[in-house]
T-cell receptor, first 113, second 113 residues
């Protein structure tokens, strides 16, 4: 039981390049989330999904796109990377239920130069 | 705009001491308040959570105190240990929607042996 797996763990991009971060969960969770973590800013929600084929915007969605084609996968895309997107990205999943906890992956450290 | 305000940003406590982290919110629709613990290189993990129908919840050495009228809640770590050294995040959500969790900015706790 791997839980939530994020790939890659590290990535360096040049400004204007594109990339996709992959999140996979094996817990059959309905809900999946992408957060970014920046010093002094905490965890901020980028996009989330409440089920296969659905996505919604979070607090800081600009510059990112997401897709949830399969229940177990949630992809985060950067079409044209900017230095402001340098951050640590965390994926999380949870089952339905108001008190079900978020299960986080171990993060992807992205640097945009 | 930060939905949940957290303080202090960092905290140093002697082994055996009490660590106290405070959070405040404005949105009275929030009715579920979890705390997450994050070790370096790892994703956050649920530590303890509370709903506002109780004023206190205790799990081992960890206690949440909740003041609904002041819209404040705090985490107390009794008999702090070096293994408690981590970053702690408070969070808030609305159980009627249950989809978005708003996190505080985090507190880096160091427990000195």
């Amino acid at each position: 039981n791997a839980g939530v797996t994020q790939t890659p763990k590290f990535r360096v991009l040049k400004t204007g390049q594109s990339m996709t971060l992959l999140c996979a969960q094996d817990m059959n969770h309905e809900y999946m989330y992408w957060y970014r973590q920046d010093p002094g800013m905490g965890l901020r929600l980028i996009h989330y999904s409440v089920g296969e084929g659905t996505t919604a915007k979070g607090e800081v969605p600009d510059g990112y796109n997401v897709s949830r084609l399969k229940k177990q996968n949630f992809l985060l895309g950067l079409e044209s990377a900017a230095p402001s997107q340098t951050s640590v990205y965390f994926c999380a999943s949870r089952r339905q239920g108001w008190d079900s906890p978020l299960h986080f992956g171990n993060g992807t450290r992205l640097t945009v130069t | 705009q930060q939905q949940v305000k957290q303080s202090p940003q960092s905290l140093i406590v002697q082994k055996g001491g009490i660590s106290i982290i405070n959070c405040a919110y404005e949105n009275t629709a929030f009715d579920y308040f979890p705390w997450y613990q994050q070790f370096p290189g790892k994703g956050p993990a649920l530590l303890i959570a509370i709903r506002p129908d109780v004023s206190e919840k205790k799990e081992g050495r960890f206690t949440i105190s909740f003041n609904k009228s002041a819209k404040q809640f705090s985490l107390h770590i009794m008999d702090s240990q070096p293994g408690d050294s981590a970053t702690y995040f408070c969070a808030a959500s609305m159980t009627n929607t249950g989809n978005q969790f708003y996190f505080g900015t985090g507190t880096s706790l160091t427990v000195i042996p």
